[in-house]
């Protein structure tokens, strides 16, 4: 696709909108276009079911799919000037929604927007924009993921609910450099849109356009909706005394997969029910990854007073402190964290080994730009939706973020290796190492994030940045891997807690969540004790 313009190209016609509502489990044999001839459709997932797009009767551990449909040239439609997408069409049940492409470091200037038909209802929504600018989110550019050959270029995914219709058009756009922060979600409106006569030259579209619809899929019989609302804040005492760390497994060290020292561990106090039931080698491993903190197989971490984190601290760094530094760490209190297996994680799509940095010096704040059109009970299907779509589509060895938050406060365990360790992500390209990622889920380029959500991120860096003795108030010295504001190798001065355009050009975490990250630093330090 590399190549055509606006100029060569045009849109479809609005007027092929009324389609048939076929069944969904019709839906899931084959794709149908408005035209009545079958549409291509690639499921590109390695677990699917026949029945993935049938919500009749209950369904339990359902893997979840992703349908991969190729964007086609379309004919000309003067009031868009959409010169590729797709027809509307019949598909799959699916939830979430991206277009990729195939060379990850190329961006699309131009213009995603989407229509999707309910599946519970047969209504088409009005058009919706994509965020186009998604390419900064990934693993450094040398990295081993980086190199691996299966990342790919794409949009932000956006969640559009449980639907079984589409209709996609691209709108190319005079590269003009990275946009104003707007919201990228919801406008319903053509206003703006570039393309077509008198639009003037227009940048060339990336290669290999594909529309990824994601099925989430559901978890296992028993699990929570994330867990219940976020517990009461545990007493918090002010003590001096910053921990220096403990060294972790060297940059880029791989940590075998094993679940040795979990088993029959006694549940900590508050801790959910582990669930029962057959664990894969995959699954065990991921669980223990946390077994300092909670047996094999919890769906919970929970919370802990500022006493008992200390007491923890001491526990899992103790060799490394000094005798004043066991005695007055600053650490806030460990918040509640639903684990990967609380979130219904499919540890098959996900590399076996995890990756490890040295220590965590700073924190990056992220929105997801998937939309704020979810509920709080959603979040799971979300966080399931966002992980397939960054192992399947975009060829990440995991989920990018090492956390994500909720609406309503909740805080979710992000990539594989252990809440309490040194996780290796892929969310700011060029300050992966020694860093960790955490992503507000929703958009917040013209909506102001929940103080739910902001109290949560301000409890989760106190904790976290606290394993590693680092003061949410000042700055630390980050070395760039690579990026489009930093050169590779340049020292770089940053804020402890940093929003993702502080280390890459981008509009993440939206000028919303951006502003209140002042506020994130001072509530971790207070809650650190400083």
């Known amino acids: 696709m590399r190549g055509i313009l606006a100029s060569s190209i045009g849109v479809t016609c609005a007027a092929a909108l009324a389609l048939p509502l076929a069944p969904p489990a019709a839906a899931s044999v084959s794709s149908v276009s408005s035209a009545g001839t079958p549409a291509p459709v690639a499921d590109v997932a390695t677990r699917t079911v026949g029945t993935a797009g049938a919500r009749t009767g209950a369904r339990a551990d359902v893997p979840g799919s992703t349908q991969s449909l190729p964007l086609r040239p379309l004919t000309r439609d003067r009031a868009s000037g959409a010169v590729l997408g797709l027809t509307p069409r019949t598909v799959r049940t699916f939830s979430l929604l991206g277009v990729v492409w195939e060379d990850p470091s190329v961006d699309l200037h131009g213009r995603v927007q989407v229509r999707t038909r309910a599946a519970s209802t047969g209504d088409w929504t009005d058009w919706q924009d994509v965020e186009t600018h998604y390419t900064q989110h990934g693993a450094d550019p040398d990295s081993s993921e980086a190199a691996s050959g299966k990342a790919r270029g794409a949009t932000a995914p956006l969640w559009v609910g449980e639907s079984d219709g589409v209709e996609v058009r691209v709108l190319p756009e005079p590269d003009a450099g990275e946009p104003e922060d707007v919201d990228p979600v919801g406008t319903g409106s053509d206003e703006g849109a570039s393309g077509g006569e008198g639009a003037g030259e227009v940048s060339t579209l990336p290669a290999g356009m594909r529309l990824d619809l994601v099925d989430p899929g559901e978890a ?37 997969e094993g679940a040795e020292g979990a088993e029959g561990a006694e549940p900590a106090e508050g801790a959910e029910v582990p669930r029962t039931g057959v664990m894969t080698a995959a699954a065990k491993a991921a669980s223990a990854a946390n077994s300092a903190l909670v047996p094999l197989g919890a769906t919970q971490i929970p919370s802990l007073t500022a006493e008992e984190t200390r007491e923890e601290l001491v526990a899992l760094r103790g060799t490394g402190l000094t005798e004043q530094q066991q005695a007055k760490p600053y650490i806030g209190p ?17 590399e076996k ?24 009970s959603q979040a799971p299907s979300l966080i399931r939706g966002f992980y397939r779509y960054h192992t399947k589509s975009l060829g990440w060895r995991d989920i990018g973020y090492n956390f994500l938050v909720d609406k309503c406060g909740r805080i979710y365990e992000g990539r594989a290796g252990g809440v309490a360790k040194p996780v290796k992500g892929a969310h700011t390209m060029g300050f992966n190492s020694k860093t960790t990622g955490i992503a507000v889920i929703g958009s917040y380029g013209s909506k102001k994030p929940s103080s739910k959500a902001v109290k949560a991120v301000a409890r989760l860096t106190a904790w976290k940045l606290g394993l590693h003795g680092m003061n949410p108030k000042k700055k630390t010295s980050l070395t760039s891997g690579g990026g489009n504001l930093y050169a590779k190798g340049k020292k770089v001065k940053m804020k402890v807690i940093s929003g993702h355009r502080d280390g890459f050009n981008t509009s993440c975490p939206g000028g919303k969540l951006h502003k209140k990250l002042g506020s994130v630093r001072s509530k971790a330090a207070g809650y650190q004790g400083r």
């Open 220 to 256: 296992e019989p028993g699990e929570s909706a994330g867990g219940a609302e976020p517990q009461a804040e545990p007493g918090e005492s002010g003590e001096s005394g910053a921990p220096e760390p403990q060294a972790e497994p060297g940059e880029s060290a791989e940590g075998a």
């Open 353 to 376: 080994s995890f990756v490890y940095t040295s220590k965590v010096k700073a924190a990056f704040v992220h929105h997801t730009a998937s939309g704020n059109s979810y509920s709080c």
């Open 334 to 350: 460990r918040p509640s964290i639903v684990t990967r297996r609380g979130w219904g994680a499919d540890e098959s799509l996900r």
